[in-house]
């Protein structure tokens, strides 16, 4: 799990600026869900070590009326997913009456608040920012989002108290590029951690249902929950399972209902926690950018993803094959992850998904060795040259395995790290074909002599 942290704040203190900062990353999620009316924008932050899901509220001006009102309510509500809540003001602005009235309002809330005075680049910080103490919401933090000042020794003091309840928050910065010992995990004996996300109404507690009443499927007593999501651990054919039920199917009486209920956050915790991310979508509703950027987090996080387009029962055979083109035309760039057609509600193709998970899952993890990896980068080398960097050709070396699920392959050779993407890409297809895995994402990452 990871802890969460909530950028709140009137519009325009630098929010985006710091959740771009914190994320790095042009995926991050918008929540655009019906019922929920302001847009708010979730990442996964990884900076300088300390990791965790970061939501910007979206801006609430403070001093918002009737229906307004209401929506700044909602935006707030993120605050109660949240561990830490950055409330960010404007040095430069001095305290504004919708400051004040956001301060009042965290006030009343349970929750950690840290006051963050924004902008102080290029100005005199410490009388910029006296103004602030006026809230009353204790110390005050100031930093420069756009150039990073201060950020690194923010996080530091808003994640000491809650590093002993997270565990793993903060990595140590070289954990990624080193090669890691896989080779004693026996993954075949590991159950099979596989979520199931989507968007509301899309199907899932009917799936989940019909999965868990299937007569082959043995389901065990539930143990502790972690968040919202509930954890199921089953067995089929041979395989133990844990169905991370996004849906809270055991927790809600009646199918159907609680889009309240959808969070964004519980969806990228589970994400996190699986081996394989079952992601469901509506057949009946166009593709969505929330189902992409669905699937985009998820691989992002290195996790195997199949993907079921549920509700297809009942179509016209013409609206189908539009459909079909439809995703084939979105889908596109995860032409390496299975589609399956199902339908939840009668049952049809449910059983095949297994196959696919088991598939994706095997793709994540199996081993392969450096003289077979070698001998397929060699190859792809001689299909297609590595292009010259500096008037030199690079020259890939030899190739070995770095990790498994999701496999990482490290090539060594000189000038390798100079290369463009477009090779890099091309060496991730080459191998995926080569080797034959489905569903889930590789990584392709350089080694020079020191
Ligand atoms: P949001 O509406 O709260 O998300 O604010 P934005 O991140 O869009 O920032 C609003 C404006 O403030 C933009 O023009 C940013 O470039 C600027 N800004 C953000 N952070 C800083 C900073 O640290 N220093 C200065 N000088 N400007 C900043
Ligand atoms: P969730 O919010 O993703 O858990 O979605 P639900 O499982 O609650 O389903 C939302 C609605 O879609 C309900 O009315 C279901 O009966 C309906 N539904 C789910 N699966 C199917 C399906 O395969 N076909 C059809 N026609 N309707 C379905």
């Known amino acids: 799990m990871l802890p969460v942290v909530a950028l709140v704040g009137r519009p325009n203190v630098g929010k985006s600026t710091l959740f771009n900062r914190l994320?790095?990353?042009?995926?991050?999620?918008?929540?655009?869900f019906p019922g929920l009316t302001r847009d708010r924008k979730y990442g996964q932050a990884n900076y300088d070590g300390f990791q965790f899901i970061v939501i910007d509220t979206?801006?609430?001006?403070?001093?918002?009326?009737?229906?307004?009102?209401?929506?700044?309510?909602?935006?707030?509500?993120?605050?109660?997913?949240?561990?830490?809540?950055?409330?960010?003001?404007?040095?430069?602005?001095?305290?504004?009456?919708?400051?004040?009235?956001?301060?009042?309002?965290?006030?009343?809330?349970?929750?950690?608040?840290?006051?963050?005075?924004n902008k102080i680049?290029?100005?005199?910080?410490?009388?910029a920012m006296a103004d602030f103490y006026s809230l009353s919401l204790g110390e005050l933090y100031g930093i420069a989002a756009a150039h990073g000042r201060g950020v690194e020794q923010l996080l530091e003091i808003c994640f000491k108290p809650?590093?002993?309840?997270?565990?793993?928050?903060?990595?140590?910065?070289?954990?990624?590029?080193?090669?890691?010992?896989?080779?004693?995990?026996?993954?075949?004996?590991?159950?099979?951690?596989?979520?199931?996300?989507?968007?509301?109404?899309?199907?899932?507690?009917?799936?989940?249902?019909?999965?868990l009443?299937?007569?082959r499927v043995v389901v065990y007593d539930m143990p502790g929950t972690t968040r919202d999501s509930v954890y199921i651990p089953m067995q089929r054919n041979?395989?133990?399972?844990?169905?991370?039920?996004?849906?809270?199917?055991?927790?809600?009486?009646?199918?159907?209902?609680?889009?309240?209920?959808?969070?964004?956050?519980?969806?990228?915790?589970?994400?996190?926690?699986?081996?394989?991310?079952?992601?469901?979508?509506?057949?009946?509703?166009?593709?969505?950018?929330?189902d992409l950027n669905l699937i985009g987090f998820a691989l992002n996080a290195g996790r195997s993803i199949v993907i079921a387009v549920n509700k297809w029962d009942g179509l016209q055979n013409d609206h189908k094959e539009e459909i079909k083109r439809e995703l084939d035309r979105r889908l596109g760039f995860v032409d390496f992850a299975r589609l399956h057609f199902i339908s939840a509600l009668h049952g049809t193709g449910v059983g095949h998904l297994f196959e696919s998970v088991e598939e994706a899952y095997t793709s994540?993890?199996?081993?392969?060795?450096?003289?077979?990896?070698?001998?397929?980068?060699?190859?792809?080398?001689?299909?297609?040259?590595?292009?010259?960097?500096?008037?030199?050709?690079?020259?890939?070396?030899?190739?070995?395995?770095?990790?498994y699920n999701p496999p990482r392959i490290i090539i060594h050779g000189n000038q390798v790290k100079d290369l463009p993407g477009a090779y890099q890409r091309y060496l991730i297809n080459y191998f995926r074909k080569a080797m034959g895995v489905m569903g889930t994402p590789i990584k392709v990452e350089f080694r020079e002599p020191e």
């Not at 169905?243 to 309240?260: F, K, P, Q, S």
Request: proline share 3%; hydrophobic share 40%; glycine share 8%.
């Open 364 to 403: 994540a993890t199996q081993r392969i060795s450096t003289s077979k990896l070698t001998q397929i980068m060699e190859m792809a080398q001689e299909e297609h040259q590595p292009p010259l960097v500096s008037g030199r050709r690079v020259k890939l070396k030899y190739a070995h395995a770095g990790g």
């Open 213 to 215: 009443g299937e007569e």
């Open 121 to 127: 680049d290029g100005i005199d910080a410490h009388s």
């Open 162 to 211: 809650i590093a002993e309840e997270y565990p793993d928050v903060i990595v140590p910065k070289d954990v990624e590029s080193e090669d890691l010992e896989h080779d004693e995990i026996d993954y075949d004996k590991l159950p099979l951690k596989l979520a199931i996300v989507g968007r509301p109404n899309v199907g899932k507690s009917t799936l989940i249902n019909r999965i």
């Open 58 to 117: 979206g801006g609430i001006h403070g001093d918002e009326e009737g229906i307004d009102e209401e929506m700044a309510k909602q935006s707030l509500l993120a605050v109660d997913e949240a561990d830490v809540v950055l409330f960010m003001v404007d040095a430069r602005d001095g305290v504004t009456v919708g400051d004040q009235a956001i301060a009042k309002h965290l006030r009343k809330q349970n929750k950690k608040v840290y006051l963050v005075c």
């Open 238 to 290: 041979e395989r133990e399972y844990v169905l991370i039920d996004t849906a809270g199917v055991r927790r809600r009486g009646r199918i159907g209902e609680a889009i309240e209920k959808f969070s964004v956050v519980k969806t990228l915790q589970a994400i996190e926690d699986a081996n394989v991310v079952l992601i469901v979508v509506d057949a009946r509703e166009t593709i969505s950018d929330q």
């Open 23 to 32: 994320t790095r990353t042009r995926d991050a999620l918008v929540a655009d």
